[in-house]
Nanobody, 118 residues
Framework: QVQLVESGGGLVQPGGSLRLSCAAS????????MAWHRQAPGKQREVVAT???????NYADSVKGRFAISRNNAKNMVYLQMNSLKSEDTAVYYC????????????WGQGTQVTVSS
């Protein structure tokens, strides 16, 4: 069983920044990929960013150049640095240990709310 706990969400003005953190349990963290997803009201959940065990990253077109995913394998942590935030970034953000990334199942955190508003 893998547990994922997100933190760092909140209310921020347009143009501002937030850093989300995700603490993961499990001894295989360093050898597996991780991802961040988000779900806005009335919309489907979408992938925001992914990072492989080797540090290769990929981003949704909507966040390229503004968001950065990173990981600290010594601490079993994955981060999402979000800059130049826009109102359309408002969503619940979920940390994900994806089945495609070597986990036996899709694991999800409880989600953290990010609201971008003036």
């Amino acid at each position: 069983q893998v547990q994922l706990v997100e933190s760092g969400g909140g209310l921020v003005q347009p143009g501002g920044s937030l850093r989300l953190s995700c603490a993961a349990s499990g001894s295989y963290f360093r050898s597996r990929s991780m991802a961040w997803h988000r779900q806005a009201p009335g919309k489907q959940r979408e992938v925001v960013a992914t990072i492989t065990s080797g540090g290769t990253t990929n981003y949704a077109d909507s966040v390229k150049g503004r968001f950065a995913i990173s990981r600290n394998n010594a601490k079993n942590m994955v981060y999402l640095q979000m800059n130049s935030l826009k109102s359309e970034d408002t969503a619940v953000y979920y940390c994900n240990a994806p089945q495609w990334g070597g986990w036996g199942y899709d694991y999800w955190g409880q989600g953290t709310q990010v609201t971008v508003s003036s």
